[in-house]
């Protein structure tokens, strides 16, 4: 496929989920799920599509360093310019395929653990899927808002409809800490846009706002307006309280989206918005991001160490993990961004597939309370099998896909002088999460089975084994041989590292090669040809 059309395809995989909204209210309601499974599966096969006509093509000069870049006239009006600007780089292109990887999986799991309001609800994720993809291929700033905002409706309704006991609660608490956050957020767009130094009036191009170089105090209220919005969505500590009602009380397939996606468009928005455009306030506030970070890291542990819900548990582990991924970003070393990047892509597949499998036996055993288990491993061994690896990629066991990203973000962050000390006591949020899996694992699991409803547990089904093993493979395959997703990852991020250090008059360090005698035998690096192999530049 040429570059044009597969920017075409950038653009319609945004609004394919969109095909099911209408059929939905015409068909019946027995079809509804089929139609909501389609319309989700479309969109997943042309972001694979996608992905493998991006690693054929290359970025462009008018590009501005993004490999698939479209820009159509949007807000056609005087002195505006406001455009639908999408693209895709090595960040954004994991992310899309994830999105439209995770919501088909939830969908399907959705078929089983709803039966009330069936349309409406499948509709909601139908258009809560049109926010994600859209957000993550924005590239002006007022659609990127757009979407953002689109998000919030229909996860409002999942949550305060199909949710819990305590689900109006847990959904209000979410509305309000995410709308506060983005009202911020927009008069900050409004500001940008006013003041951009650019021929139209007002513009919200993310290139020209890019290159409108604000003063150093302006930089630091746009950036503390952004960055609120998008640490409420992560969540960073001490705004992280809405997540754990919202994963408590929401539906299944809720919790799979919003540790899945959900969390990783707040760590998406810090890399593609606020240390790209506010680089001197990025660097000035790294210390504080980096402090609460880690704060975050060992908070979460610890408070999922005490807590005997199970979602509760996992909820409170998002916390600590999100916390590896701001580390990583704000670290502003190379491997650390690196690592936090692919963590983003490694989180939601461990934390979500998590999710799922507490779903699973929540349907059987109505009770997600630790203590009500005990030894079900004699009885649902299949099950085990599928939550101990599950377990073991969230501790970050090498060999599965949490263990590259933190390992990352650890190196990347120890390696420098200034945050040695932030990676020192972010270890010992790896050595947290290991205690507090492992025990609940432990206690799930093994022990003698003598409660009379875990006897008659039935094991997973040919359908759930077939939920879980898209994400189950994805763990092994980033564990085993991550380096193809670094590989891109690393053509976006090591660029906006060097941009943002520049920025700030900081140098980067170039390694000399030592002296070598004349009788010395120099060995071949990863960057040298050796004679046997081709050159390539």
């Given amino acids: 496929m040429t570059k044009e059309q597969l920017c075409l395809l950038m653009n319609l995989t945004v609004f394919a989920p969109a095909i099911g909204i209408p059929l939905l209210l015409f068909m019946k309601q027995s079809a509804a799920k089929y139609i909501a499974l389609i319309a ?60 439209t990887l995770i919501f088909p999986i939830s969908i399907y799991f959705s078929w089983r653990s709803i039966d009330t309001y069936e349309k409406p609800y499948y509709a909601l994720l139908l258009l809560l899927e049109v926010g994600v993809i859209g957000f993550f291929v924005s590239l002006d700033l007022l659609l990127f808002y757009v979407f953002f905002e689109m998000v919030l409706i229909p996860m409002y309704f999942i949550i305060g409809i199909w949710g819990g006991k305590d689900r109006i609660y847990a959904s209000v608490k979410f ?17 940008a846009g006013l003041h951009s130094n650019s021929e139209f009036l007002f513009t919200t191009d993310y290139h020209r706002i890019l290159k409108a170089g604000f003063s150093p105090e302006v930089q630091t209220w746009l950036f503390l307006a952004f ?51 506010f680089p001197i306030a990025s660097h000035q506030f790294s210390d504080i991001m980096c402090i609460l970070a880690v704060i975050g890291v060992i908070y979460g542990g610890m408070a999922a160490m005490v807590q005997t819900d199970i979602k509760k548990l996992v909820a409170y582990s998002s916390v600590s993990h999100m916390g590896f991924i701001v580390l990583g970003i704000f670290a502003f070393s190379k491997d650390a961004m690196s690592g936090a990047i692919i963590q983003m892509i490694g989180h939601g597949i461990s934390t979500g597939a998590l999710f799922l499998l507490v779903g699973m036996i ?29 377990v073991f990629s969230s501790v970050g066991l090498p060999g599965l896909n949490g263990f590259i990203g933190e390992f990352l973000v650890l190196i990347g962050t120890g390696s420098q002088e200034g945050t040695r000390v932030y990676a020192f006591f ?25 409660k009379e ?56 360090p170039v390694a000399t090669p030592p002296a070598v005698t004349p009788n010395q035998v120099v060995p071949p690096t990863l960057n040298q040809p050796t004679g046997h192999e081709g050159h390539n530049h």
Avoid: C
């Avoid at 539906?251 to 890399?271: N, R």
């Avoid at 050595?431 to 093994?446: E, K, P």
């Avoid at 879980?468 to 690393?490: H, K, Q, S, V």
């Fill in 426 to 450: 972010a270890a010992t949020g790896v050595i947290i999460a290991a205690v507090y899996l492992l025990w609940m694992f432990r206690r799930v699991m093994f022990g003698e089975l003598d």
């Fill in 227 to 277: 960055t609120l919005s998008f640490a409420i969505k992560v969540p960073m500590f001490p705004l992280h309280t809405w997540l754990p009602d919202a994963h408590v009380q929401a539906p299944t397939a809720g919790s799979v989206i919003l540790a899945g996606v959900l969390l990783k468009m707040g760590t998406y928005g810090l890399v593609r918005f606020s240390l790209p455009l």
């Fill in 362 to 390: 929540y349907d059987r055993r109505h009770t997600r309370e630790i203590k009500d288990y005990q030894g079900i491993a004699k009885q649902v061994p299949v099950f085990t099998l599928m939550f101990m690896i599950t």
């Fill in 453 to 508: 409803a875990n006897k008659k547990l039935l094991d997973l089904n040919r359908h759930e084994v077939g939920l879980l093993m898209p994400l189950i493979a994805l763990m092994f395959i980033m564990g085993f041989y991550a380096t193809p997703f670094l590989r891109e990852i690393n053509k976006s991020s090591d660029p906006l590292v060097q941009y943002v250090l520049e920025k700030n008059g900081v140098v980067i």
């Fill in 175 to 191: 509305f309000l800490y995410t709308l506060i956050g983005s009202l911020l957020m927009l008069i900050a767009i409004i500001y």
């Fill in 40 to 99: 989700s599966f479309i969109p997943f096969v042309m972001s694979l599509l996608l992905l493998f006509g991006y690693l054929g093509v290359s970025s462009s000069p008018e590009s501005n360093g993004f490999v698939l870049y479209s820009s159509y006239k949007w807000l056609n009006l005087p002195g505006m310019d406001v455009n639908f600007t999408t693209g895709l780089d090595g960040i954004s292109v994991h992310l899309l395929w994830l999105t």
